[in-house]
């Protein structure tokens, strides 16, 4: 295996871990940025407040996406394998 192909397995790994990261991380900032303004505008500065909202938002998205993300992985998994069957 050459130095490219390790780099292009290195590339495929971020851009998969991007693809799977990014929808949850985007949903909870911009829920974090909505809460934040709401406790800014009512002085009610809960910790429960922010955290219950991130954490429900995150769990239906996960329940919504989580067969596209292990779709993703099990693509990615079988492209290592086959990289490592051609060896």
Known sequence: MSQGDVLSILREFFFVALKIAGPLL??????????????????????????????????????????WMMTLMDDFFNMIFDKIKML
């Open 26 to 67: 985007v949903v909870s900032m911009v829920l974090g940025i909505i809460v934040a303004i709401f406790q800014a505008a009512t002085q009610i500065h809960e910790q429960t407040l922010t955290f219950v909202p991130k954490l429900l938002a995150v769990a239906l998205l996960l329940l919504l996406l989580g067969s």
